[in-house]
């Protein structure tokens, strides 16, 4: 596609409850990263894949919190047993194979709201 | 650690000119990007610094002092659709961008 595809942009989850946002990175790009944006801050890390193989996966902030791209192309951010504190845009972002940084490029991102 | 600082808030007129500020501590460094963020939409990329000095596009440039850690977004002839959030946002390994809190300008007539 043109650009980086998140779904859903929006979801009410109440709390307890499991949710899955998917990215669809922009074709051919081989990294793809998840980031975490609270309401009034900016985004903070979360994992980093290229291709299949998820390389840093140190931002992640507790175990309710998985993230899989089983075939190198779209990835999905599972989180379990959501929490209020979980309430968040969650940003997907990707990147093309040898780009030098300065080409990476942000989803529109999943609004989470835990109720 | 990982440390940014730039201003939350600043606010401007139309047509004037505006610098804001960040200052980093990261482990490990590989450029600094700055990225606008207008409320409810993605981050979109602004500027990337990686060596020492001044980058011109447009009404935007960005400066980087690497042993100062130390950067500048400068926005030139503001209008009214610069009122935005502006990331601060060193590079650190892997790619891995680790942002500040932003600055959100205010733009006024």
């Known amino acids: 596609g043109a650009g980086v595809s998140q779904s859903p942009r929006y979801k009410v989850a109440k709390r307890g409850q499991d949710v899955a946002l998917r990215c669809d990175p922009i074709?051919?790009?081989?990294?793809l990263f998840w980031y975490q944006q609270a309401l009034g801050q900016g985004p903070e890390f979360l994992t980093y894949?290229?291709?299949?193989?998820?390389?840093?996966k140190s931002g992640l902030p507790s175990d309710r919190f998985f993230a899989e791209r089983p075939e190198g192309s779209v990835s999905t951010l599972k989180i379990q047993r959501t929490q209020q504190e979980d309430s968040a845009v969650y940003l997907c972002?990707?990147?093309?194979?040898?780009?030098?940084?300065?080409?990476?490029?942000f989803g529109e991102g999943s609004w989470l709201t835990v109720v | 650690g990982q440390n940014i600082d730039q201003p939350t808030e600043m606010t401007a007129t139309e047509g004037a000119i505006v610098q804001i500020n960040c200052t980093y501590q990261?482990?490990?460094?590989?450029?600094l990007f700055w990225y606008q963020q207008h409320a409810g939409e993605a981050p979109t990329f602004l500027s990337y610094?990686?060596?020492?000095g001044l980058e011109e596009k447009g009404r935007f440039s960005s400066f980087l002092s690497r042993s100062k850690g130390y950067s500048y977004l400068l926005l030139k002839e503001l209008q009214m659709k610069d009122s935005a959030s502006y990331l601060c946002?060193?590079?650190?390994?892997?790619?891995?961008?680790?942002f500040g809190t932003g600055t959100r300008l205010l733009v006024s007539p």
């Open positions: 972002a990707s990147s093309p194979p040898g780009s030098s940084g300065n080409t990476i490029y």
């Open positions: 074709s051919g790009h081989v990294s």
């Open positions: 894949f290229q291709n299949e193989a998820q390389l840093d």
């Open positions: 990261t482990s490990g460094f590989n450029g």
């Open positions: 610094n990686v060596l020492d």
């Open positions: 946002a060193p590079l650190t390994g892997f790619q891995k961008l680790v």
